[in-house]
């Protein structure tokens, strides 16, 4: 049971050091890309990774019934896809 808790501190401090990192990139994003689609596409990829993380790691759902895990995946998925089409269009 330790053990568990072991590496479940270690993938949450990998995985918020990762959400940081996204952080920081999708701030100075608008430094790096000067076209407003990729700078679009680029953040709400930012997002599906950053909600893939919170669902895994920090709500514990890589362990949960298929079923939540995909609901929330989809949701995480569908909603940046949405929103890119409604910019992009």
């Known amino acids: 049971m330790q053990n568990n808790k072991t590496v479940n501190i270690a993938a949450a401090t990998k995985s918020w050091l990762l959400l940081i990192a996204l952080s920081v990139i999708a701030i100075y994003l608008p430094e790096f890309i000067d ?17 893939q993380q919170i669902v895994d790691i920090f709500m514990e759902l ?10 929330f995946l989809s949701y995480i998925t569908l909603l940046p896809l949405i929103i890119s089409v409604i910019y992009l269009t």
Do not use: C, D, E, M
């Open 62 to 71: 890589n362990n949960a019934p298929k079923f939540w895990r995909l609901l």
């Open 35 to 51: 076209h407003r689609s990729f700078y679009t596409i680029a953040a709400l990829v930012i997002v599906v990774i950053k909600g």
